[in-house]
């Protein structure tokens, strides 16, 4: 008979079968609901915020590679730049490069560790366009901080200042209209240095020289 069989061998019948699955998916079910950390109600809690709205304008163009900053120019600026985010606890941060054209790579965040990776691992390869426009920068960091709020506002220019393009005295009037303040970083000595030409494994094989042959 198979009810007494399972009487003397302890098996569990469909019904216990059915009941065993059931309490394990509601087990589950309410693992998953406490792991939700459900609350009822709500309350106000008043914080005080600090901070500023900033963005980084990084320089990516080939002069940057000049060794007349230690180990870089690029290499400095990106120094200077992870100290800056150190400081900023309670900021939004944004990252705009540029080098003949402007691109934003990072919008204002209050990620900071994410931003930091993007400034370690910027080159002077990530732009097509070669040159060096520090208005189309301003501009586009100006229309980054154009947003509603009342917390200060700045741009930090990190560059070594060449500019082969467009008129900054012009473009300072978007970062303006933005009630931005503008700092500028130089990188570089007033003597200028070489471009060195590296290759995959970070060789020096030469110097960067204009179209007609003289060392730049």
Do not use: H, W
Not at 7 to 34: D, I, K
Not at 142 to 155: C, S, V
């Amino acid at each position: 008979d198979p009810r007494s069989l399972r009487e003397r061998t302890g098996e569990a019948g469909p019904g216990a079968r059915a009941a065993r699955v059931a309490l394990l998916l509601l087990a589950l079910a309410l693992a998953a609901l406490g792991l939700a950390r459900p609350q009822a109600g709500f309350r106000l809690v008043t914080t005080t915020a600090t901070g500023v709205d900033l963005v980084i304008a990084l320089d990516l163009s080939r002069s940057m590679d000049a060794r007349d900053a230690r180990p870089s120019r690029l290499d400095a600026a990106k120094r200077e730049a992870l100290s800056l985010l150190e400081s900023l606890e309670g900021s939004q941060v944004g990252l705009v490069a540029f080098a003949g054209e402007a691109r934003i790579v990072s919008p204002l965040s209050t990620d900071r560790e994410g931003l930091a990776s993007l400034i370690e691992t910027a080159t002077t390869r990530d732009l097509e366009r070669p040159g060096s426009d520090i208005g189309a920068a301003l501009e586009l960091s100006g229309k980054l901080l154009n947003r509603p709020g009342n917390r200060p506002r700045a741009i930090v220019l990190l560059s070594d200042g060449e500019n082969l393009q467009g008129d900054p005295r012009a473009s300072v009037e978007v970062p303006r209209r933005a009630q931005a303040k503008l700092y500028a970083i130089g990188l570089g000595t007033d003597q200028g240095a070489t471009i060195p030409l590296v290759d995959t494994t970070g060789t020096v094989v030469g110097v960067k020289r204009d179209a007609m042959g003289a060392v730049v």
